[in-house]
T-cell receptor, first 110, second 114 residues
């Protein structure tokens, strides 16, 4: 069993839809939770990071962490074609060594 | 601020050949990481440097992979000899330190082993 599980998709939605992306994890030592966006043939770029359970909002993006269920989510409101990318969840413990999920490919159609 | 630079961007070699990748981190970043990203998977950490010392290389296949970071700035990752399963994108990232800090990724080097 992988430490971080993520549905690979692809997830196809119409422009303007609300998108929900999720990861589950097994290591209760993870403290920091991140979402990265990766466009084709580019390196990942950090979208959101959270430390504690609860919600964190940044523009159209909301990150949610439920440590009791070992479950994290990323919501994208009013999705745009430019949001089409692979979304990677990542997490770590006290150090800075990240463990990534496998990524979910999102396609937002005009 | 210039980002993380990597070269080459693409490399095609035959199995059993050797290959080297180069990374120049963001100026001032003490910590440098090499990741392997196989198609359809998330990045997997191979090695982490703090300045010119190794912090973690537990997932580096040391029989064929080596990495160095001379003078605590640029880094090279080498594979010798390459196997078919080494086909992947090799990503370099850097951050200010080892406590939680945002990691900035380069564009990666896409390696194809035939």
């Amino acid at each position: 069993q992988k430490e971080v599980e993520q549905d690979p998709g692809p997830l196809s939605v119409p422009e303007g839809a609300i998108v929900s992306l999720n990861c589950t994890y097994s290591n209760s030592a993870f403290q920091y939770f991140m979402w990265y966006r990766q466009y084709s043939r580019k390196g990942p770029e950090l979208l959101m990071y959270t430390y504690s359970s609860g919600n964190k909002e940044d523009g159209r993006f909301t990150a949610q962490v439920d440590k009791s269920s070992k479950y994290i989510s990323l919501f994208i409101r009013d999705s745009q074609p430019s949001d089409s990318a692979t979304y990677l969840c990542a997490m770590n413990n006290a150090g800075n060594m990240l463990t990534f999920g496998g990524g979910t490919r999102l396609m937002v159609k005009p | 601020e210039a980002g993380v630079a990597q070269s080459p961007r693409y490399k095609i070699i035959e199995k059993r050949q050797s290959v080297a990748f180069w990374c120049n981190p963001i100026s001032g970043h003490a910590t440098l990481y090499w990741y392997q990203q196989i198609l359809g998977q998330g990045p997997k950490l191979l090695i982490q440097f703090q300045n010119n010392g190794v912090v973690d290389d537990s997932q580096l296949p040391k029989d064929r992979f080596s990495a160095e970071r001379l003078k605590g700035v640029d880094s090279t990752l080498k594979i010798q000899p390459a196997k078919l399963e080494d086909s992947a994108v090799y990503l370099c990232a850097s951050s200010w330190g080892t406590a939680y800090n945002e990691q900035f990724f380069g564009p990666g080097t896409r390696l194809t082993v035939l």
